[in-house]
């Protein structure tokens, strides 16, 4: 598997070349599909678009399942919630069916309790069979943080090396907000047929050009079982 990386102008045109890029995947797969989204700043404006036209007409809202990488362990409601943010953005505003989406629960005891029963979730939607009989997800988006984080997947943290778990708990966040996390592992993430990262914003630079140095970040590390692009604003390119 290679990483493509393609470049683009500005936040603006990473929105339109990922939304193009997610319709026609989704286009080219038949039946029941999933869709894995990503939290942070940079995935805002991209939900944003695909609740408009031309992109809204071109995906079938009904067979689509949305689920979530990652998501921090704070209230439903609360602005802090990626889930919320996607909501808002982009899936409140389209005709998809309720049981569609797929949110990590936050209103449990704790984060263990959250990983364990949306694994369980996981595992149920995909019939319990292996990750590499057939991909979990059509798509999976992924970000990056300033430190080469991505998901809720940080350096040195044990999760890295997870191999059988499809999700697991974080205690304790590296980055703002410092919040207890739920993360898909590499294993999980990597079942799909195209992996998208959006990048952007120049406190990205120094992480992105440690990972074209070769260096092993947290998302150098992601893989994906299909393809594997990048798509970088230039201002996040030394």
């Known amino acids: 598997m290679q990483r493509r990386i393609e470049v683009v102008p500005d936040a603006e045109g990473l929105a339109h070349a990922a939304a193009e890029r997610i319709v026609t995947r989704l286009a080219q797969s038949s039946g029941t599909r999933a869709v894995a989204l990503t939290g942070g700043r940079t995935p805002e404006t991209l939900y944003r678009l695909l609740a408009t036209q031309p992109f809204s007409s071109r995906i079938a809202w009904h067979e689509i399942h949305w689920f979530w990488g990652d998501e921090r362990f704070v209230p439903c409601d609360d602005p802090r919630n990626n889930a919320r943010m996607a909501i808002d953005a982009l899936l409140c505003h389209v005709p998809v069916p309720r049981r569609n989406i797929h949110r990590i629960p936050t209103d449990v005891a704790d984060p263990a309790e959250s990983a364990r029963l949306y694994e369980e979730a996981l595992r149920h939607f995909h019939g319990h069979r292996a990750l590499d009989a057939d991909p979990l997800f059509t798509i999976v988006l992924m970000g990056m943080g300033p430190d080469g984080h991505t998901a809720s997947l940080y350096p040195g943290d044990p999760a890295l090396e997870e191999k059988e778990r499809w999700a697991l708990p974080v205690a304790q966040a590296k980055l703002e907000p410092f919040v207890p996390r739920v993360t898909l ?48 604003e230039r201002g996040a390119k030394n």
């Open 185 to 232: 592992t590499f294993p999980a993430l990597a079942s799909t047929r195209e992996m998208l990262f959006l990048v952007a914003g120049a406190d990205k630079r120094n992480a992105l050009a440690r990972i074209e140095r070769g260096e092993a970040l947290p998302a150098a590390r992601a893989t994906s079982n299909g393809e594997l692009t990048w798509l970088v």
